[in-house]
């Protein structure tokens, strides 16, 4: 409970004053940022937690001590600005027809961490019985992370992006090869798939992130990344309770596949709806 609010109240906060901090192209590079130190910290998590894990099973959770020299780092570095309301539209107000893009995008967010954690949920047992160490399990992991890492700080560096819907989609697609290359019973074809996986994720959570700070104002970002840190971690959540059944009834490469054709459905429903609203400039990632 204790470790769930606290990755709440990090979350919300740190990409809250992000959104606030920077804007246009220089908000865009930094959720971009933010978004390969997450795949970082998953390279990180993975990999220590795998070895420590063949070592014995509580002995992973030290893992989270690294949070004491971040929170004394914060301390030091992070400083309460004033910064005048930001945003398109009136300071104190959403533009025009925000609403229903930002209920899009997180929508989004929750569909982009359902899928990841079939992922990260199942591969430990898929890969065990394969006869695989904890410490390859980790290092298998570790590649979703690794390929987040590559292609945020390649977004970044992007000087135009395309519509945030089609980014999406993009993001989508990747995330059900990444599934159908999940439910092979072969670890080279495994792997690959969960690379792909990481790759869905660089592009599409600072698409989310950049694109609800830049529909927000100044002073409703904390709100605004507050339920997007909810429907993120809600997605999480319910990815185990929902697949589980799914997964006792159909068994492990048949469920993989359902939920590639259901991720794929849902970019192109994304898609649909957005042509749908109101165009929104702030609509546009990166713009």
């Known amino acids: ?30 959720m971009a940022i933010q978004s390969a130190f997450m795949g970082f910290g998953g390279v990180v998590l993975e990999v220590i937690g795998g070895l420590m894990a063949d070592v014995a099973w509580n002995v992973p959770f030290l893992v989270y001590l690294i949070a004491l020299p971040i929170l004394v780092a914060g301390l030091l570095a992070v400083r309460d600005v004033a ?6 539209g009136a300071p104190d107000g959403f533009p025009q ?25 199942n591969a430990s047992d898929i890969l065990t019985s394969m006869g695989e160490s904890m410490t390859v ?22 000087r135009r992006i395309p519509g945030y819907q089609y980014v999406l989609l993009a993001a989508f697609a990747l995330q059900a090869v990444a599934m159908v290359l999940f439910a092979s019973d072969d670890l080279a074809v495994l792997s690959i798939g969960v690379g792909v996986l990481g790759v869905g994720l660089g592009i599409g959570m600072p698409t989310i992130t950049n694109c ?17 840190s909810c429907l993120m971690n809600l997605g999480t959540s319910l990815s185990a309770v929902v697949m589980g059944p ?15 054709a259901a991720v794929l459905i849902f970019g192109v429903a994304v898609l ?11 609509a546009e990632a990166g713009r």
Do not use: N, W
Not at 83 to 88: I, K, M
Not at 98 to 119: C, D, E, K
Not at 272 to 282: I, Q
């Open 137 to 158: 399990c980790g290092m298998v992991l570790a590649l979703m992370g690794l390929t987040q890492v590559l292609t945020s700080i390649a977004y970044s560096r992007v």
């Open 246 to 260: 799914v997964i006792v009834a159909l068994g492990y490469a048949a469920s993989f596949r359902l939920a590639a």
């Open 272 to 282: 649909a709806a957005s042509r749908l609203l109101k165009p929104l400039d702030s």
């Open 212 to 228: 609800l700070a830049m529909m927000s104002p100044a002073s409703a970002q904390g709100r605004t990344m507050g339920i997007y």
């Open 1 to 30: 409970m204790f470790l769930g609010i606290g990755i709440a109240g990090i979350s919300t906060a740190a990409t809250g004053l992000m959104g606030i901090y920077y804007d246009g192209d220089e908000r865009r590079r930094v």
């Open 83 to 88: 910064v005048p309301g930001r945003g398109l």
């Open 97 to 121: 027809g925000a609403a229903a893009h930002m209920a899009v995008l997180y929508a989004s967010i929750f569909m982009l961490m359902f899928i990841m954690f079939i992922v990260t949920v």
